[in-house]
């Protein structure tokens, strides 16, 4: 069979011809060994022990960045040749084998996959090569403040539709990253250093963390309006809304209108052509609202522990902090690993 072959080319060309497969880039075996020869090549020199420990957990780091990738992303298995991306590995292997901290391990290992997933030389790239070097420097109760911000005022929870899944996502959406310990000024200010962060000067304005939930999840704090009410209000036009009303949350003998918010109301408003009636219908849900004191009541019924988050939110500086495209990075890194969610890092970086 192999005697039968002919092959033709032109100038310049290099030919390739076998009986068999051929596969043409790297193995997962060869991408092993020639990370862990890069890792030998640059890493520090130690006492026997500590290089022995160090190697240990490269290769660890290794084995396991070997198979993520090759789950996740085999196709771009040709990037593993390219210096910039031996670079990133580089850095992963040498912050892990200096810590041995699994978590730290596992957040490396996350932002890694997402960096070799990135065009090169573009701003998610160039972020996530920052990411990685500057996420060892942080403390886990740092990356946590970082998260729930990003979580708090950053993310639209579209999950949220009724008063469990609200309670469900109190507890594993914003105090799963609450610190149980306390936090310093330095806290804060190390954040800043590093690049994860802004901080407003001041006497800024804020808004206090009721006030946000009150934005973006308006129709949980509904107190509610009667059919009577509706009638009186609205007359013949009653009708057109039937689309928008659904049982109070808060009341069930009650009604109201079922947008989480304005944006979703005012949304809907154009969906189905409402116009003026549409927008007098949003002034009369916003009537019918819970002021700021009953939302923090019935945001400690739903849990207790975001009682002390509120008084830390207006006493501390977690309302100062306006994470950078890195702190978007690791925030969006640790809220994804923890909640098993999919946020996309391009659409905050």
Not at 83 to 112: C, H, R, W
Not at 173 to 201: A, D, E, K, M, W
Not at 321 to 327: A, D, L, N, Q
């Amino acid at each position: 069979m192999a005697e039968k072959m002919k092959q033709e080319s032109g100038e310049n060309s290099e030919n390739v011809q076998i009986g068999g497969n051929v596969n043409i880039g790297v193995s997962a075996s060869e991408a092993r060994q020639i990370a862990i020869d890069v890792f030998k090549a640059n890493f520090y020199d130690f006492s026997e022990k500590a290089a022995k420990k160090a190697l240990e957990r490269a290769e660890e780091l290794t084995d396991e960045f070997i198979a993520k990738f090759y789950e996740k992303i085999p196709e771009l298995e040709s990037k593993l040749q390219e210096p910039s991306v031996q670079s990133s590995m580089f850095n992963t292997q040498k912050e892990y084998a200096k810590s041995g901290d699994s978590e730290l391990k596992e957040q490396l290992l996350n932002i890694l996959i997402e960096r070799i997933n990135s065009e090169e030389r573009s701003l998610k790239q160039i972020v996530l090569d920052e990411a990685l070097t500057i996420l060892p420097k942080l403390t886990k109760e740092q990356i946590n403040i970082m998260t729930l911000i990003f979580s708090a005022v950053y993310i639209n929870h579209n999950s949220i539709v009724n008063i469990p899944s609200f309670k469900e996502f109190i507890e594993n959406r914003i105090l799963v990253f609450y610190p149980n310990t306390p936090t310093s000024f330095s806290f804060y200010t190390h954040l800043q250093f590093t690049g994860c962060c802004t901080i407003l000067s001041e006497g800024s304005s804020y808004k206090p963390l009721v006030q946000i939930f009150k934005a973006r999840y308006k129709a949980l704090f509904s107190k509610g309006f009667t059919e009577e009410e509706l009638n009186q209000e609205f007359q013949e036009d009653k009708n057109k809304l039937n689309p928008l009303l659904m049982r109070c949350l808060q009341n069930p003998i009650a009604l109201q209108f079922n947008p989480l918010n304005d944006e979703v109301f005012k949304s809907k408003i154009d969906e189905l052509n409402l116009g003026a009636i549409g927008n007098k219908a949003l002034n009369f849900q916003n009537k019918h609202l819970f002021n700021d004191q009953e939302i923090k009541e019935f945001l400690i019924k739903c849990n207790p522990r975001i009682e002390q988050l509120l008084t830390d939110w207006q006493e501390k500086d977690f309302k100062t902090i306006r994470p950078t495209s890195v702190g978007f990075a690791i925030a969006i890194m640790n809220f994804n690993r923890v909640t098993n969610e999919n946020i996309a890092f391009e659409t905050f970086i």
